[in-house]
């Protein structure tokens, strides 16, 4: 079983799907790491040898932020936004869409649920 970036890879699939259970690398990306590192995107996890996953680690280490840092980046980009009190940033602190999408009747999870009053009982009069 390959270990890549504190990821056990699936050994029985593709190279090129295994590679995408790393946080930060799709399909496309996946591609274009194999092509770099000369391997067939039809190779197993199983059938690498240890040279091909020492090429793959390389490539990866040099030249893309993955995992944890590219998690951690994103945090600050965001907290970054929320400090310097933009409209994305205020979006993000309310937990509201921050990409232009209405409100008025989406966004449940942001928002919460609904709390209706029209059920409520009124008190008795006197």
């Given at each position: 079983?390959?270990?890549?970036?504190g990821v056990d890879l699936p050994k029985h699939k593709r190279i090129e799907i295994s590679l995408t259970y790393i946080y930060g690398i799709g399909v496309s990306r996946s591609k274009e790491i194999l092509s770099k590192a000369n391997i067939e995107l039809d190779t197993k996890v199983k059938d690498l040898d240890d040279e091909q996953i020492i090429k793959i680690r390389t490539i990866l280490n040099n030249q893309y932020e993955l995992e944890g840092d590219l998690k951690r980046s994103q945090i600050m980009n965001i907290k970054r936004l929320m400090e310097i009190g933009c409209?994305?940033?205020?979006?993000?602190?309310?937990?509201?869409?921050?990409?232009?999408?209405?409100?008025r009747t989406n966004a449940r999870t942001g928002k919460g649920t609904k709390k209706t009053i029209a059920g409520k009982k009124k008190a008795p009069r006197k």
């Open positions: 079983m390959a270990r890549i970036e409209y994305k940033g205020r979006r993000h602190r309310l937990s509201l869409p921050l990409r232009g999408q209405r409100t």
